[in-house]
């Protein structure tokens, strides 16, 4: 094959056009399956409704009456962000340490290979099971664990605080387990040569290295959760959101401006603070 | 200090080290109180939503959550089960794709106002023929823009379903568009902030080889963002097939509607078919977009 055809670089593809014509037919099919109608946004009806509810949301209820019953909301809103996220770090951690491949059979602590079955039960297995569960927890939207734990546990926050617990703890799971997996192993070596054990390679090499960027995602995911501790008040789990589902049902749609306006502004002061610390890391 | 009276051969090394004692003693004690600032506000938060670590690790609740978990299982396998989660599945994932297309059609649209690169300043910026009166108006237009885009994103999707449904009834099209409109405002503002970060060099090549603006941005920047758009779209088309599982449950069909009547009526069992449905479209989408990603980069 000395006068190669070919261009290596750019095979020939059998059917050039498979992937535009696979493209084309499965938007034809999501089109007809959400039966889209885009006429039906100006439609007089549909519309009168749209502008009735946006046109209702102004001027947003500034009335200090209301805002003073908001403020217990407001702050159960924060509470339970809080609560979820402290919820969420613990499983994290928990599920982060066997679910980061160098940390159970990988990279440079663990050039002294184990036996293989003692490498399956210690290491592979606790992996596989971590990594599959941190799957599971995030797969499930958290407002689908808020409905789940609603039903087991009966209203009101607490049920609020599992689900953001356990639908960020898969989050912080995987990242933190990303984290750890991604620090230098150069400073490890280091360590390592000096003759440091696990536990010191661990603390001393991965924690320092890893900390800054868990703690800076950590607080991303806050932000997160704020907002979807809003979102959560819907199904039951107090705070703003109940309100704003209150307000909703009421047709109160000033309120639910102001309650809107009050998400929003949580979530800047959020990122403030979370800008702020993360410049400290820095 | 000691820096000053050192030296010169070894003002170097004691200029370097000098700096930190002072602000080493002040550091840690500014450190331990941050940390008790964060333990007061775990304590007030945990006290004000009502649960404490015996409610979390307690044998109650712990009790009342496995024997519900227990009454889930096991899963409705019933063919018509089976086929009406698969159906969702379909329809959810329908939702999913139109709301993120609808939001790149909505970002790219925005993109041209909202990013400076393409308003205010940079390489375009520097031609001539951009008198003060144009300056002022494109610097209004990013304004408005950025502040739609603002507005999009701070609603809620959820907020957004209940508009639409409002305006075109319930059904999975009014998913679509409060998908569409949310993440419109998300990936307007990614794309604005990529389009402010490219590399100007190939810019000034063009502009240097007599290019207008129209060419410019033609030939010079959307090469180098289509990849990070299309990164971008893609990521965020993971975290809407989540959200449009959620839409279900305001009327928005799919699978989340299934499983809000299997919450509701207690089906128990159906609503464990519809999780592990959910799990596997879930997974399915991440890896076809990590699969794309990657062969992107």
New interface residues.
């Given amino acids: 094959m000395s006068s190669a055809p070919l261009d290596p670089q750019h095979p020939r593809q059998p059917l050039p056009y498979l992937k535009l014509l696979l493209a084309l037919v499965a938007f034809g099919a999501a089109w007809r399956l959400t039966e889209m109608q885009p006429s039906a946004l100006f439609a007089a009806e549909g519309r009168r409704n749209m502008l009735a509810f946006i046109g209702g949301m102004f001027p947003p209820d500034l009335s200090v009456d209301f805002l003073q019953r908001m403020l217990g909301p407001l702050l159960t809103t924060i509470q339970l962000s809080i609560a979820g996220m402290v919820l969420a770090i613990l499983i994290g951690l928990a599920l982060a340490l066997p679910a980061a491949r160098t940390l159970r059979f990988a990279g440079v602590l663990h050039e002294v290979a184990l036996r293989r079955r003692r490498r399956w039960l210690l290491a592979v297995l606790p992996y596989a099971g971590a990594r599959g569960l941190l799957n599971l927890l995030r797969a499930v939207p958290e407002l689908v664990w808020a409905l789940i734990f609603v039903r087991a546990v009966g209203l009101g926050a607490f049920p609020g605080v599992l689900a953001i617990g356990v639908a960020y703890g898969g989050i912080l799971g995987k990242i933190y387990a990303e984290i750890i997996e991604g620090v230098a192993p150069q400073p490890l070596e280091t360590l390592q040569s000096t003759g440091a054990g696990k536990l010191a390679v661990f603390c001393y090499g991965i924690v320092p290295q890893a900390l800054p960027h868990a703690v800076s995602y950590t607080l991303y995911r806050w932000e997160c959760a704020i907002r979807a501790s809003a979102v959560l008040g819907f199904v039951g789990a107090g705070g703003i959101g109940q309100e704003i589902e209150l307000s909703m049902r009421m047709f109160n749609f000033h309120e639910v401006m102001t309650l809107l306006m009050m998400v929003f502004g949580l979530v800047a002061i959020t990122d403030l603070i979370s800008a702020a610390v993360r410049r400290r890391l820095r | 200090m000691g820096a000053s009276q050192a030296a010169p051969s070894q003002k170097f090394f004691t200029s370097n080290t000098a700096a930190l004692p002072p602000s080493a003693p002040a550091r840690a004690w500014w450190t331990w109180l941050l940390a008790l600032g964060v333990a007061a506000?775990?304590w007030?938060?945990?006290r004000?939503?009502?649960?404490d670590l015996g409610?979390?690790l307690g044998s109650e609740?712990r009790r009342?959550?496995l024997s519900?978990?227990l009454d889930l299982y096991p899963p409705d396998l019933t063919s018509a089960t089976v086929r009406s989660a698969l159906w969702g599945s379909?329809?959810t994932?329908?939702?999913s794709?139109?709301g993120t297309?609808l939001a790149v059609l909505i970002a790219l649209l925005m993109v041209g106002g909202a990013s400076r690169a393409l308003t205010t300043s940079g390489v375009l910026f520097t031609m001539p023929g951009a008198g003060r009166g144009r300056r002022l108006t494109l610097l209004g237009l990013s304004l408005l823009a950025r502040g739609i885009l603002n507005i999009l994103r701070?609603?809620?999707e959820?907020?957004w379903a209940?508009?639409?449904i409002?305006?075109?009834?319930l059904?999975?099209?009014a998913?679509?568009?409060a998908l569409g409109v949310h993440t419109g405002g998300v990936l307007g503002k990614l794309y604005a902030e990529t389009v402010e970060s490219l590399d100007p060099q190939p810019l000034e090549a063009l502009q240097a080889t007599g290019a207008g603006k129209v060419a410019i941005f033609l030939y010079g920047m959307l090469p180098q963002a289509a990849p990070h758009f299309l990164a971008y779209g893609l990521y965020r088309w993971e975290v809407n097939i989540?959200?449009a599982?959620?839409l279900g449950?305001v009327g928005a069909?799919g699978l989340g509607k299934q499983?809000?009547v299997s919450?509701s009526l207690?089906h128990h069992h159906q609503l464990l078919t519809q999780?592990l449905a959910?799990?596997v479209l879930?997974?399915f989408v991440d890896a076809v977009s990590t699969w794309l990603r990657r062969r992107l980069s």
């Fill in positions: 506000l775990i007030w938060s945990f004000g939503v009502g649960v409610m979390l609740s009342q959550m519900y978990l379909i329809e994932l329908a939702i794709l139109m297309l701070a609603i809620p959820l907020i209940l508009i639409f409002l305006a075109v009834g059904g999975p099209f998913g679509v568009l989540r959200a599982a959620i449950f069909g499983m809000y919450l207690f999780l959910l799990f879930v997974t």
